[in-house]
């Protein structure tokens, strides 16, 4: 939560400083795709590299790679459009969002490709900015100084690098709204501000002690923000499967619309089998709503790559699967010791990863209790569920309940060990 309400603060602090830029946009933020206000000069637009079918042509297997985690055959790609374009911004962004898609499937925990996804960023912002400096109306130029900015700001603010992030965030909101002046010639230069609209929102109707400093932005529309969002999911070349994840999280966690959140999830999960972040996300609603074939399936095969050392498939991944392989186990084929197996993997995966916070972690005790209070073995049971009750911050949580009485109940029936 503190991580949440420092990001929140980071992007509150750079949205008021766009909303007291003295450049009118209001006639931009009200652009729609049904109706374009502002065109770009032919002259601008002739020579634009993301415009460009062949480029696109070449590079669609690329990204797909790098999406499917194919990250050595892509950035091979990515490396031979740098070659024929060293002083476009293009190759350095998408060499850079591999290193992001890297750090993705480990809930952005590892370091290890920081570095370079830093100093791919500060290429590309280095390239647009000679871009910009040429012609401050290049909205190309804006564009990437945007992208490469609000990623940059991104990772800044995962690592608790709140200045860092908010600097970077002010820079991009800047040039989001310079960009915005393509709007009408591609899906690319909409996703920025279709974020901006949900978001913008968004935390205003999460965080009411903001309200007076939101006050002062740039007006959202949060209906417009997912109508776009879903827009350039279905046009993007560039920007598509990133609009795409962020609709997927915004439906299942923003929005709580797990259906149409599942029909995002499985497109991505099926045009990228090896993605190990689309595949447990899928995993993971197929089994909230009751898919349970579905996501056993799923799930054995995310453990199958993880057997096998596929990029991407680390110990977060492996604690999704475990679980739920363990509760299908335990409540659909009430096979005990493959359950019992499961959730202790799941155990292992979450230490693994640092992360004993996890709901997973906590029902993982908590389901090895039930079985073991269903076999008779109290002892093992009251050890189950001591963890639970340590590892419970809700003290008012189901969970917390039970295992409190649990242990009342049983409290002559040996003494606990505590564990965890």
Known sequence: MKKL???????????????????????????TIESIEVIPEA?????????????????EGAVDNMYNFKYEIAEKQFKSIRRRYPEHPLPYFLMGLSQWWKIVPTNIQTLQHDDLFFAYMDSTIQKAEKMYDEDSKDFEA????????????????????????????????????????????????????????YYSVWIHEEYPMLRPVLAFFPNGDKRLGLKQLRYVANTGFYTGTESKTFLMKIYANEEGNMAEALKVSQDLALKYPD?????????????????????????QDILSKL????????????????????YINQNKYRDFDKAKKHYQDAIMYAEMS????????????????RIANHEKDIATAKQYYTVVLQQSEDKKSANYKEAKKYLKDHRKAGKPVKRG
């Open 275 to 299: 993605n190990a972040y689309f595949q447990r996300f899928y995993a993971r609603l197929l089994f909230v709503q009751g898919h349970f074939t579905r996501a056993e399936r799923i799930s």
């Open 142 to 197: 804006s564009f990437f100084l945007a992208a490469a900015y609000g990623f940059t700001a991104r990772l800044h603010s995962e690592r608790s690098n709140w200045r860092k992030a908010t600097v970077a965030s002010k820079r991009s909101l800047e040039y989001m709204e310079r960009a915005k002046a393509g709007n009408g010639l591609s899906p690319e230069f909409l996703f920025g501000e279709a974020l901006f609209n």
């Open 43 to 59: 002259t601008r637009v002739k020579g634009m590299l993301l415009l460009n079918k062949d480029v696109q042509y070449e590079l």
């Open 354 to 369: 640092n992360e004993r916070e996890s709901g997973y972690f906590v029902n993982s005790y908590l389901n090895l209790a």
């Open 5 to 31: 309400i420092f990001t929140v603060f980071a992007l509150t602090t750079s949205l008021l400083a766009v909303a007291q830029s003295p450049t009118d946009t209001t006639a931009m933020r009200h652009v």
């Open 307 to 326: 057997a096998q050392r596929k990029p991407g498939y680390e110990a977060v991944s492996g604690r999704y699967a475990s679980y739920i392989l363990g």
